[in-house]
């Protein structure tokens, strides 16, 4: 069931029923996502998975860990008390968005008390390690979310930042808990776009979600994707657009809709300008947008090095050819291995690069930054 109210949309129907099959059936009560930042998880949740899930009688709920302003717990908290409120998925989330002090009405004492005697939570002060009240509100939320008497599928939407913080850690035991508890009627599904924070969260042996989930993959835009959006600008722009050069930017931006569609915000108010040309604005206007320079700025000269040497796709970071290269880019004496590894480790926390799962494979979460810090490699 398509989000009709966004004619730029793209519908990916026959996703979001496949990952909804496994729930629906029974074989999956928990599932996991990985896939690069910006390439179109949170749309596809709110507008594709989310109503089809609805669509088909189910309670969903939705909760967006990036970059929030409040806590975890806070928004777990938020998103459970307003998935029965008429408005849909997008409301929802663009309404918390807007909030600058929610507040929250519980019950209370521990769940089940009574209903009237309720206490107003200011979300936006919980902060640090959770309450034991405020972990048996969240309980008491999942429980009446997840109805007995009925289905509800939760939303977990950049779930790795739930191990960024070791305040966090009641938390999670107490998610985990909750939800193992009530596998036969709530599903969830964690989205991430971290490797590194997924695997904290669910590959380790000592991960606080270990084998909870499994993975399922998250396939690039196909060409369908761009025939769409090229129809929809021709209805509202007026504009025919050549396919053949459009295919070939989504191709270079990594299939990545929302540069894609920043590419064509530009033609919209330039409709002569040639494709190539607006290609190399977004990419242009992206550094400046997403603060490149002042992360580049923020790195070490060692840090800058590694960086440079990753975004070149190099296979054996800690080769003795790679530190080499790295010193003699540097003007100085070949680095450590153990010098190195500290380099790599600083862009791993700093969401810049993730590991594979291949042995010393790196990653940039944003592959356009990696193809920035490659332009300037000397």
């Given at each position: 069931m398509p989000q009709a109210d966004d004619p730029w949309h793209y519908s990916r129907e026959s996703l979001a029923q496949r990952y909804f099959d496994q729930f629906d059936s029974g074989l999956s009560h928990a599932n996991v996502i990985f896939g690069l930042r910006r390439t179109g998880k949170t749309e596809f949740l709110l507008k594709d998975l989310g109503p089809l899930a609805q669509a088909n009688g189910w309670r969903v709920a939705y909760v967006s860990l990036w970059q929030s302003r409040l806590s975890p717990l806070a928004v777990l908290l938020h998103a459970l008390s307003s998935a029965s409120r008429r408005g849909s998925l997008v409301e929802r989330a663009e309404a918390l968005a807007r909030a600058t002090r929610p507040k929250l009405k519980l019950g209370a004492g521990a769940p089940g008390g009574d209903a009237k005697a309720e206490i107003e939570v200011d979300l936006s002060e919980l902060r640090g390690p959770p309450t034991h009240d405020a972990l048996l509100h969240?309980?008491?939320?999942?429980?009446?979310?997840?109805?007995?008497?009925?289905?509800?599928?939760?939303?977990?939407?950049?779930a790795q930042?739930?191990?960024?913080?070791?305040?966090?850690?009641?938390?999670?035991?107490?998610?985990?808990?909750?939800?193992?508890?009530?596998?036969?009627?709530?599903a969830v599904l964690f989205t991430g776009s971290s490797q590194?924070?997924?695997?904290?969260?669910?590959?380790?042996?000592?991960?606080?979600?270990?084998?909870?989930g499994s993975p399922l993959d998250w396939p690039p835009l196909e060409d369908g994707f761009v025939d769409h959006m090229l129809a929809t600008f021709a209805k509202i722009v007026r504009v025919k657009l050549n396919r053949r050069d459009c295919l070939k930017a989504h191709c270079a931006l990594d299939r990545n809709p929302y540069f894609f569609r920043k590419m064509l915000e530009l033609l919209a108010f330039d409709p002569h300008r040639d494709v190539a040309a607006a290609l190399a604005m977004v990419r242009e206007r992206a550094a400046e947008d997403l603060r490149y320079p002042d992360v580049w700025r923020s790195l070490s000269p060692l840090q800058r090095a590694v960086a440079q040497q990753l975004s070149q796709a190099t296979e054996q970071p800690f080769g003795r050819e790679t530190l080499a290269s790295i010193g003699r880019s540097l003007g100085a004496r070949t680095p450590t291995r153990a010098q190195t590894l500290a380099a790599i480790r600083h862009l791993t926390r700093a969401g810049i690069v993730s590991r594979t799962g291949e042995r010393g494979g790196y990653v940039f979460n944003d592959p356009e930054f990696g193809r920035w810090i490659t332009a300037r490699a000397p």
């Amino acid at each position: 069931m398509p989000q009709a109210d966004d004619p730029w949309h793209y519908s990916r129907e026959s996703l979001a029923q496949r990952y909804f099959d496994q729930f629906d059936s029974g074989l999956s009560h928990a599932n996991v996502i990985f896939g690069l930042r910006r390439t179109g998880k949170t749309e596809f949740l709110l507008k594709d998975l989310g109503p089809l899930a609805q669509a088909n009688g189910w309670r969903v709920a939705y909760v967006s860990l990036w970059q929030s302003r409040l806590s975890p717990l806070a928004v777990l908290l938020h998103a459970l008390s307003s998935a029965s409120r008429r408005g849909s998925l997008v409301e929802r989330a663009e309404a918390l968005a807007r909030a600058t002090r929610p507040k929250l009405k519980l019950g209370a004492g521990a769940p089940g008390g009574d209903a009237k005697a309720e206490i107003e939570v200011d979300l936006s002060e919980l902060r640090g390690p959770p309450t034991h009240d405020a972990l048996l509100h969240l309980d008491d939320l999942i429980d009446r979310f997840a109805r007995p008497n009925g289905r509800a599928l939760l939303l977990i939407d950049e779930a790795q930042e739930l191990a960024a913080n070791e305040d966090n850690q009641p938390l999670v035991a107490a998610l985990r808990t909750s939800l193992d508890q009530r596998k036969g009627r709530l599903a969830v599904l964690f989205t991430g776009s971290s490797q590194d924070g997924l695997r904290r969260m669910f590959s380790r042996r000592d991960a606080p979600f270990f084998h909870f989930g499994s993975p399922l993959d998250w396939p690039p835009l196909e060409d369908g994707f761009v025939d769409h959006m090229l129809a929809t600008f021709a209805k509202i722009v007026r504009v025919k657009l050549n396919r053949r050069d459009c295919l070939k930017a989504h191709c270079a931006l990594d299939r990545n809709p929302y540069f894609f569609r920043k590419m064509l915000e530009l033609l919209a108010f330039d409709p002569h300008r040639d494709v190539a040309a607006a290609l190399a604005m977004v990419r242009e206007r992206a550094a400046e947008d997403l603060r490149y320079p002042d992360v580049w700025r923020s790195l070490s000269p060692l840090q800058r090095a590694v960086a440079q040497q990753l975004s070149q796709a190099t296979e054996q970071p800690f080769g003795r050819e790679t530190l080499a290269s790295i010193g003699r880019s540097l003007g100085a004496r070949t680095p450590t291995r153990a010098q190195t590894l500290a380099a790599i480790r600083h862009l791993t926390r700093a969401g810049i690069v993730s590991r594979t799962g291949e042995r010393g494979g790196y990653v940039f979460n944003d592959p356009e930054f990696g193809r920035w810090i490659t332009a300037r490699a000397p």
